[in-house]
């Protein structure tokens, strides 16, 4: 656990990165807006990037082939992540990028963030190693399996062999970089 946050002042003062990590359908989104929810008056405002915009546009071929390993090193662009949004949050500065769009499988509409002291990246590999020097605080949502797979199929996430390799991915991911154990907090998922 980190001793202290480092708070990176920026054109706008001081901003606190914090990862919610954890597997689909943990609870991950529903903990970043009840975070923003309640400071919302203690803070004068929130940024919330979700790393599901960041998923990376692959053709479906490639994307089958990737195994447990490479679906987790290629389903997410981190490095646009890191360029586009946390790098100049972090400097106060706003943040711009094209939203992967799940409908059409390519990048779409562009999205603009403004910068705030409180910057929440939330989303499964959002603590990755790769970004940890980036964070200030990383919050593991952990939930049982089970749960998780109801709540996919209840978003709409159907389609079994889909589902299959992007657990693999998450599987793979949380037996070998172990976010959880990087984590400065652990919650049930919820």
Known sequence: MRAA???IAGAGGPVIAVAIDGAGGAGKSTLAD??????RGAVQA???VRVDDFYRP??????VALDAEHGYRNY???IRLRDRALIPLRAGKIASYRRYDWSTGE???RVTVKPAPVVLIEG???SRPELRPLLDLAIFVDAPR????RRMSARGQNASEWIARWMAAEDWYLEHVRPADHADLVVRGF
Request: hydrophobic share 55%.
């Open 5 to 7: 946050c480092r708070l």
């Open 146 to 149: 089970d749960l998780r797979m």
């Open 46 to 48: 929130i940024a919330i």
């Open 58 to 63: 692959l053709h479906e071929d490639v994307r």
């Open 107 to 109: 990048l779409g509409d």
């Open 76 to 78: 997410f662009d981190w």
């Open 124 to 126: 499964v590999y959002s």
């Open 34 to 39: 009840a975070i923003c929810a309640a400071l």
